[in-house]
């Protein structure tokens, strides 16, 4: 199990590592000819990042509610209201939570807002505040350590029965916020979410 942990955790730095090449990559691309500073003259308040967090919030709370094909719409009032601003969307590459953020260059340095939180070991299934991230992990975390308990021994199959028991944790989980049953206020769990 430790070296399962151990190589996953590796991995999750070299991705991590890579990322961030690739993005300081792009971040040069993108700066003007002859290697002047870019120099934003937007300027966003903690008020106006709090208001666009929020309306990112509800763009995703809808989105997780609408149909497939309706759910573009749920974000064009957060497209419109970000239009005037240079916007660079990154992600962490971290399991079992990935977290989702949209930076905006501003006269004060690049400024970030998380507009999604997905569930990595699901597969595509997202949360949109990290409480709900914390929630999630937390069961995963408690699902795993139950089952883990309970098969008392390390071996390929117990590391896989303890996957498969944070799978199922995972789901409990977000089928409870996707039904709008309330969250706990959950601590930060070291983890992924924060």
């Not at 999750?12 to 993108?30: P, T």
Request: glycine share 8%.
């Amino acid at each position: 199990m430790r070296t399962t942990l151990l190589t996953a955790s590796f991995l999750l730095l070299i991705f991590g590592a890579a990322g961030f090449a690739i993005w300081q990559e792009v971040k040069k691309s993108q700066s003007p000819a002859g290697g002047e500073s870019y120099e934003p003259d937007v300027h966003l308040t903690a008020s106006d990042m709090s208001a666009l967090q929020d309306l990112a919030t509800q763009s995703c709370r809808c989105e997780q509610q609408a149909a497939p094909d309706n759910a573009s719409d749920c974000w064009r009032a957060y497209k419109e209201e970000t239009a005037a601003f240079k916007v660079s969307t990154s992600g962490t590459a971290c399991a079992p939570i990935a977290t989702t953020m949209d930076c905006f260059a501003t006269d004060e340095g690049e400024k970030c807002i998380t507009t999604a939180y997905d569930v990595v070991i699901l597969g595509g299934a997202t949360v949109c505040s990290q409480n709900e991230a914390r929630f999630v992990e937390a069961a995963i975390n408690a699902g795993e350590e139950a089952k883990r308990k309970e098969l008392g021994k390390e071996s390929a199959e117990t590391d896989q029965a303890v996957f498969q028991a944070g799978i199922a944790a995972a789901e409990r989980a977000v089928r409870r916020i996707e039904n709008g049953q309330p969250t706990p206020d959950t601590p930060p769990t070291n983890g992924c979410a924060g």
